[in-house]
């Protein structure tokens, strides 16, 4: 059988790399490699950057609202254990001098836009996603770090926070995954399919021992409240 005409050894190089890339989900997609990414992560985008949007701009208001009047009863405080209050009144809520609340609202206000680029097949510049991978260490350091204060000094839980870390962990990890498999940041072969085959096994640990911590922190709180 005779290969077509202009058909060469080239040819079937791409087209045993193509074959490749659909058995190992590991490895990039062309439209991933050009800056694309999967209809999966521009829906965690968008839906995960809306809800944690929604959540930084109820902080703002609430915020607001206690400025005005520091009496105010907040409808995100439920109980002596879950509550936004004595958050928002903490030093902790503006550790680097800027409320907190405002910077995830222009945090999640990124994220919602770059997922509705990546819905629409919008392809991003190798400097963009860089930023993007950047930006979710800082916030994993970010709730990580308000999660340890939430459990030894500020010993509550605020509801909107928790909206914040529910929609922070998946991101992370998925961009950071996707990051990887495009190979636009280099690390050892076993760490990048780990990170992208197991990307869903990740996240689930993570929400496992955040409400793990959750619960033996606050026992005696549960007990009381149940």
């Known amino acids: 059988?005779?290969?077509?005409?202009?058909?060469?050894?080239?040819?079937d190089l791409l087209a045993e790399e193509?074959?490749?890339a659909d058995l190992d989900t590991t490895r990039?997609?062309?439209?991933?490699l050009a800056g694309g990414a999967g209809r999966g992560l521009g829906?965690?985008?968008t839906v995960g950057g809306g809800l944690g949007l929604w959540a930084a701009m109820m902080l703002v208001l609430s915020e607001r609202t206690?400025?005005?009047d520091p009496a105010a009863a907040l409808g995100c405080?439920?109980?002596?254990?879950i509550g936004?209050?004595?958050?928002?009144?903490s030093w902790q809520s503006a550790a680097l001098g800027v409320p907190n609340a405002l910077l995830g609202t222009a945090a999640f206000a990124v994220v919602t836009a770059t997922g509705l680029v990546l819905l629409g097949g919008g392809r991003l510049p190798r400097f963009y996603w860089l930023a993007l991978m950047a930006g979710s260490v800082a916030a994993a350091v970010s709730i990580t770090w308000f999660q340890y204060q939430a459990f030894t000094d500020l010993h509550g839980l605020c509801p909107y926070c928790l909206v914040v870390w529910a929609v922070t962990i998946p991101i992370v990890v998925h961009v950071?995954?996707?990051?990887?498999?495009?190979g636009h940041l280099s690390a050892p072969e076993g760490v990048r399919r780990f990170l992208v085959q197991e990307r869903g096994v990740l996240t689930a640990i993570w929400y496992a021992i955040v409400v793990v911590l959750i619960v033996v922190v606050f026992w005696d709180e549960w007990m009381l409240i149940l």
Not at 28 to 32: A, G, I, N, Y
Not at 77 to 81: K, S
Not at 84 to 89: N, P
Request: proline share 12%; charged share 20%.
């Open 1 to 11: 059988m005779t290969a077509p005409p202009g058909h060469g050894p080239e040819d």
């Open 18 to 20: 193509r074959e490749l």
């Open 28 to 32: 990039p997609s062309e439209h991933q």
């Open 43 to 45: 829906w965690l985008l």
């Open 66 to 68: 206690l400025l005005r």
């Open 77 to 81: 405080d439920i109980n002596p254990l």
């Open 84 to 89: 936004c209050g004595s958050f928002i009144l």
């Open 176 to 182: 950071l995954a996707r990051g990887l498999q495009a």
